[in-house]
């Protein structure tokens, strides 16, 4: 309204952009590789209690680990991927390790310590593609060489959506529900984060649960972060172009899904198609993306808002009178 | 007894004002909690100003809920409260306060980031907006000279000992003027020393015509500072009486009561040792030793029964034995092996069961019946064998545990959350009992349950005592002991102060436990 545009005609937009097209849909998808694989990783660290915010940094380390695989390491071209996707998992849960570490032996609370470690993750990037890691090629825009293509992931068919990704964000979700409904450290995790005082009664560590889940949930941003780079920037550049906020919007997919793998399924599609449905709105319609911003924090705050009432049933009763 | 009491002192008390008279008076004050019960049944009587007046009595004779109606925080179903001679309703704590009642919790209720003086002034209206302690700092170190109370009223509450926290309570009553202090069993958090502190502080404030109510079940704290005692059973007034008229035994007896006591004599045979503590020292959470040199013994069949004053190294013992506390000095032995220093897990897996005294920390509400009962077992044959969980056997062992145990409903999947606190309890003895452990550690294992619930898990430890388990019960009803028990030590003040052996329990061994508990040796 306030650029003279019909509600109904954004709306209209917004879920075309989304889901309108195979295009919207494969633009969906994209937004919805990254969301799924560190959200089903952040429901296993929510579900011990064990609050991981620091999910945009550990997707960006991943990044970054891949990059350096891609452009410095150089191995044989038929494993780089392969060396890229292993360090960038063990870079995303290396970086995750000193919250679990200061959290484990200092008791320092894990929410602070992982969110700051983003900023710094943030800047680490900013440094490596303005500074050592600078492309030779790129003249002045401050980001890397592209990668070989070696170092390239396949897509689907004509579009931009890498399949390995997105099969292995499906696989990691069924996978995270099994091992929290079928394995014994699954079945510990889950005493650890409903009672940590029974667990500690039962002599169940807690310590390893909180290392544990935080290695899998950073590991898997990390995962994440070399899937970006690998499969669509092909190189390393501005970290708020390498992950759209992801990091952050994960810990709504996870919450979402309360803490279950299996329906970050559906979260994370449902996040990705309001970011893709908001690039829509910006390209089309021209509005700034700052508006598209608020457009999609309210859209997020009213879900999570209301998400309370999802626990009550409607019932309609007859007043009595008297 | 009682109604004479009345009588003889009703006639000077009526009128207010007057050099010595009743402060107090409860005429008939009933107390009822829904459904079943009588928390006080038709309570009388009176408190003279001036005097250290105790109430004294078992967990659940009516104290504490008869002291929180006069301090506003209950409401009596019936009767009347006099103060100084006239009737008053108490509907809130501030009327109380108003009406110059002092109250010190069991528990404290303290900001521990601030300071004792902010503590203290908390809440007031006279004080300040701005830098509200200062000016008030002067007024608190006087009063603490005067009454021995001595505090740093700069000092950050989280630094101090429970000991100077009560301190700073009583400090706090009598900034707020109280003539009547009540203190709800005021030693129970304290050294020895610092009880002497208190009674010095409780002596000044009576010569300053202070009235102070002291609830305690220790018999030796009412024979050495109080001028009164009002003894209190199920809820009913016993009787009020001098201690010097009185002696502790008799004042033990009118405490515990006579009852008839359900012998069933058994026997165990095997002296083959399961347990054995050689002078334990352990640390309580407030820095001082909660267990003094304890040596213990518990044999194969034997069941062993600690009674004891809440509070006297109970649970410090059912921690350490169990691993989830560490030990200072001293050797735990679980048969041969020395478990001194091994982890809850490893204890637990050597055949300890624990059934905790807080029943929320057995199990996980959240967690279904199945899940709760594997607790102990998730991570080894027959269901899992390593890595993955077997639900399919986990079922079956549910199923067969539900109907053994008689849990109800009959649900493995229901959370556990659910089920009513007898049911609860089947669950947790179901998931240690059928372990066949060689000990099993029960604190308060009834504690809250009703009667059918009750018999149930008596049932249930006399069967694992059957199939040759040590049974270390530790519990605040000494019925339940007398009962169950073969033998029976008593904890006091961290140590042993005495014990008893016997296949029949008699009136005499109620009578002289009952006093050991209150820290008198037999």
């Not at chain 1, 700051?116 to 030779?136: C, R, T």
């Not at chain 1, 859209?299 to 008297?322: D, M, N, Q």
């Not at chain 2, 107390?31 to 009587?45: L, T």
């Not at chain 2, 078992?58 to 006069?70: C, R, V, Y």
Request: glycine content about 10%; hydrophobic content about 45%.
């Amino acid at each position: 309204m306030l650029y003279r545009i019909s509600p109904l005609v954004a709306y209209t937009v917004f879920f075309r952009g989304a889901f309108g097209s195979w295009y919207a849909i494969s633009e969906t998808l994209k937004r919805t590789i990254p969301l799924l694989l560190v959200g089903s990783g952040l429901a296993l660290a929510f579900r011990a209690q064990v609050l991981n915010i620091g999910a945009e940094g550990q997707i960006l380390f991943g990044a970054v680990a891949a990059t350096w695989v891609a452009l410095f390491l150089s191995p044989p071209a038929g494993v780089t991927l392969l060396v890229m996707f292993l360090l960038g998992f063990l870079a995303g849960a290396g970086w995750a390790l000193i919250p679990a570490f200061l959290k484990t032996r200092f008791a320092v609370n894990e929410v602070l310590s992982s969110l700051m470690l983003n900023y710094v993750a943030f800047n680490v990037v900013l440094y490596l593609i303005a500074g050592p890691w600078k492309g030779k090629s790129v003249r002045g825009f401050t980001y890397t060489d592209t990668f070989p293509e070696s170092a390239w992931l396949g897509t689907l068919g004509m579009t931009k959506v890498p399949y390995f990704t997105l099969f292995s964000g499906i696989v990691v979700a069924i996978l995270g529900y099994y091992f929290l409904k079928k394995t014994a450290w699954g079945f510990e995790l889950r005493i650890v984060g409903n009672s940590p005082d029974t667990a500690r009664l039962l002599g169940i560590s807690e310590e390893r649960v909180i290392f544990l889940t935080m290695m899998l949930s950073g590991g898997l941003a990390g995962f994440a972060g070399v899937g970006e780079v690998a499969g669509i920037h092909h190189l390393l550049r501005h970290p708020s172009h390498i992950s759209l906020g992801y990091g952050y919007t994960a810990i709504i997919v996870a919450w979402l899904a309360r803490a279950n793998p299996l329906a970050t399924l559906l979260t994370a599609f449902l996040l990705g198609a309001l970011i893709s449905g908001g690039d829509a709105l910006r390209v089309s319609l021209g509005i700034p993306f700052q508006v598209v911003s608020v457009f999609n924090g309210l859209i997020l705050f009213f879900l999570i808002a209301t998400e309370r009432f999802g626990h009550y049933r409607v019932s309609v009763r007859r007043k009595v009178k008297g | 007894m009682e109604m004479d009491d009345v009588v003889m002192e009703e006639t000077p008390g009526t009128n207010a004002g007057e050099g010595s008279g009743v402060e107090v008076a409860f005429r008939s004050v009933t107390k009822r909690f829904p459904p079943h019960i009588i928390a006080n049944d038709r309570v009388s009587f009176e408190i003279e100003r001036g005097t250290v007046h105790a109430l004294l009595g078992e967990n659940g004779a009516g104290k504490s809920t008869l002291m929180n109606i006069l301090y506003g925080l209950l409401q009596p179903d019936e009767g009347e409260i006099l103060v100084r001679g006239r009737s008053v309703t108490i509907p809130s704590p501030q009327k109380a306060i108003a009406l110059g009642i002092g109250m010190v919790h069991q528990h404290f209720k303290l900001i521990p980031t601030h300071t004792v003086a902010e503590n203290i002034i908390l809440g007031l209206p006279s004080v300040p907006f701005f830098f509200p302690a200062k000016r008030e700092i002067r007024h608190i170190v006087e009063l603490s000279e005067r009454y021995g109370l001595r505090v740093d009223p700069r000092a950050r509450v989280w630094q101090l000992s429970a000991g100077e926290k009560q301190k700073m309570e009583i400090l706090k009553a009598l900034y707020r003027r109280a003539n009547i202090l009540i203190l709800d069993e005021p030693t129970s958090v304290l050294t020895p020393q610092e009880v002497e502190e208190l009674f010095t502080t409780l002596r000044a404030m009576k010569g300053e015509g202070k009235t102070c109510i002291f609830i305690t079940h220790k018999l030796n704290e009412v024979m050495a500072v109080a001028d009164r005692v009002t003894v209190m059973r199920y809820g009913k007034v016993k009787a009020t009486l001098r201690p010097s008229e009185t002696s502790s035994q008799e004042l033990a007896q009118m405490m515990v009561g006579k009852k008839v006591i359900a012998v069933v004599p058994r026997r165990y045979t095997s002296r083959e040792m399961v347990l054995r503590l050689e002078n334990v020292w352990v640390m309580g959470d407030r820095d001082f030793p909660a267990l003094l040199d304890v040596s213990l013994t518990v044999s194969q069949g034997e069941i062993v029964g600690v009674a004891g004053v809440a509070g006297n190294g109970q649970r410090e013992l059912a921690e350490i034995v169990t691993g989830l506390r560490k030990v200072k000095q001293g050797r735990l032995f679980l048969g041969e092996k020395e478990i001194t220093h091994l982890t809850p897990r490893e204890i637990a897996s050597l055949g300890v069961a624990y059934i905790p005294e807080e029943r929320h920390l057995g199990l996980v509400g959240s967690m279904s019946v199945a899940e709760n009962l594997i607790f102990r077992t998730y991570d080894r044959p027959p269901f899992s064998q390593g890595f993955l969980v077997d639900w399919g056997k986990v079922e079956a062992h549910t199923e067969r545990l539900i109907s053994d145990y008689h849990i109800y409903p009959p649900f493995p999947a229901l959370p556990v959350k659910l089920l009513s606190g007898g049911n609860r309890q089947r669950v947790l003895l179901a998931r240690e009992l059928e372990r066949n452990p060689r000990l099993v550690i029960a604190s308060n294992p009834t504690a809250g349950l009703d009667v059918a619930g009750v018999e149930a898990i008596h049932e249930l430890l006399l069967k694992a005592q059957e199939k040759g388990a040590g049974i270390l019960l530790i519990s605040g009803d000494l019925d339940e002991l007398l009962k169950l028990a073969n033998r029976i030590v008593v904890l006091f003040r961290g140590g042993i102060i005495g014990e008893r052996e016997r296949e029949q329990w008699t009136e005499d061994d109620r009578r002289d436990i009952g006093l050991m508990m209150g820290g008198v040796k037999r």
